[in-house]
Nanobody, 120 residues
Framework: VQLQASGGGLAQPGGSLRLSCAAL????????MSWYRQAPGKQRELAAM???????NYLDSVKGRFTASRDNAKNTVHLQMNSLKPEDTAVYYC???????????????WGQGTLVTVSS
């Protein structure tokens, strides 16, 4: 199982960016799909999490600005980031809790990380 993330880059304050992540491989099911972020010198934090039923939880500081969405048929998760602030600058990682098809064992899988820089 692999998670492939895309998107990110440079945005001005107030701008928008969209992140996408696809879970690939022998997947039986996916529980949660999430976006974490890690700013320089800080611990990784959960930005948004979507359950398999579509329940979404957001980090307080991104509520009202970020929108997470998920396509269960395609095993993808997206993060639309609007009204970006310099403090949103971080490496963003997608995460999925996957049950592997052959073994029916579950585990946490991570994407490679994509850099989001918000600066004028």
């Amino acid at each position: 199982v692999q998670l492939q993330a895309s998107g990110g880059g440079l945005a001005q304050p107030g701008g928008s960016l969209r992140l996408s992540c696809a879970a690939l491989g022998s997947i039986f099911s996916i529980n949660t799909m999430s976006w974490y972020r890690q700013a320089p010198g800080k611990q990784r934090e959960l930005a948004a999490m979507i359950s398999s039923r579509g329940t979404i939880n957001y980090l307080d500081s991104v509520k009202g600005r970020f929108t997470a969405s998920r396509d269960n048929a395609k095993n993808t998760v997206h993060l639309q980031m609007n009204s970006l602030k310099p403090e949103d600058t971080a490496v963003y990682y997608c995460n999925a809790r996957v049950v592997v098809r052959e073994t029916y064992t579950g585990g946490d899988y991570w994407g490679q990380g994509t850099l989001v820089t918000v600066s004028s």
